[in-house]
């Protein structure tokens, strides 16, 4: 898994979905900045965050991971 492309992704539901950093760092019990952060690339989540963040958004991590962007949705 490609963890920059596989959190740009989730960054793209995110924002088509109209959910914002916070919303997600709340559903995931996390900080913001942190969210933020995995995000930007600047750090590494691990499969487990990845999979919250694709849950709090509606999505398989598997959906995030295979499928373009409009068929995530």
Do not use: F, H, W
């Not at 539901?13 to 950093?21: E, M, N, S």
């Not at 760092?25 to 965050?49: F, L, T």
Request: contains cysteine; proline residues 3%; negative net charge.
């Amino acid at each position: 898994m490609n963890m920059n492309k596989t959190m740009d992704t989730i960054r793209k539901v995110r924002i088509q979905k109209g959910v914002t950093q916070q919303q997600v760092a709340d559903a995931m019990g996390i900080k913001r900045e942190y969210y933020n952060q995995m995000e930007a690339g600047k750090v590494s989540p691990s499969i487990d965050k990845v999979e919250q963040a694709a849950v709090a958004l509606d999505c398989t991590i598997e959906v995030i991971d295979n499928k373009p962007i409009e068929e995530s949705l």
